[in-house]
């Protein structure tokens, strides 16, 4: 698979903020990206690819460090199949390369929520969202939150479904949350994302999403 998981960089707000403007054309004002980043209890990972050159090649691009430590943190025996890909130093970034996909999540207490995850428009249907969803969740089980949760649209039935296939859960409703049509908003949580059972199950569709799509690279801090 050409898309990669890594932390959000300056390079990277331009195409951000486009594909949320895209996703979310009602938000105003747009969320203030750059700020953001600057926020230690907010992070974005971006789905990144290379952009082919005229010969069919990827351009070579170049390595940057971005700041991890090669630990898992407390991510057990069952992460050890994946340590290469969460404690890699150093990431290929090409100078030609297109954002498709980001993810933004608020760490409180002992809590990992989603509060944006958006895939560019021409780029769906390639298992992108889903990738930003399993990048989120080894980027909550690293900085050892409990649980994720997230709000989801009550019409939005193909999203719900991914995030129920990850084990999150209906667990309550935001009545007319959605500005733009007052629609209610579905309240979802993961069981404890350290248990046994949730790891054993996370893995396993980790392995199942590399038969399908390919093996990816992830990189989440």
């Given at each position: ?41 907010v992070r974005y990972l ?26 898992i943190g407390g991510l ?141 690279s992830i990189v989440v801090?």
């Open positions: 698979m050409d898309v990669a998981i890594r932390p959000i960089i300056e390079d990277d707000l331009d195409m951000v903020a486009r594909i949320e403007r895209q996703a979310f054309p009602t938000l105003c004002p747009p969320t203030p990206l750059k700020r953001e980043m600057g926020n230690r209890r971006v789905a990144w690819e290379p952009l082919p050159l005229d010969d069919g090649e990827t351009s070579s691009g170049e390595y940057r460090e971005l700041g991890t430590d090669g630990s057990g025996k069952l992460m050890g199949a994946v340590k290469d890909r969460l404690g890699q130093r150093k990431v290929r970034v090409p100078t030609d390369y297109l954002v498709q996909g980001f993810v933004g999540l608020w760490f409180v207490a002992d809590e990992a929520h989603i509060t944006a995850i958006a895939v560019e428009e021409d780029s769906r249907r390639r298992g992108i969202g889903e990738l930003l969803i399993i990048g989120s969740i080894y980027l909550a089980m690293h900085l050892n939150s409990a649980v994720v949760s997230l709000e989801a649209r009550v019409s939005n039935y193909p999203a719900r479904a991914l995030y129920h296939k990850y084990g999150f859960e209906h667990v309550g409703l935001r009545k007319a949350y959605y500005t733009d049509n007052r629609e209610d908003a579905v309240i979802m949580t993961t069981q404890p994302i350290h248990s046994p059972d949730y790891q054993a199950r996370f893995m396993d569709l980790r392995r199942k999403f590399s038969d399908r799509y390919g093996e990816a801090v």
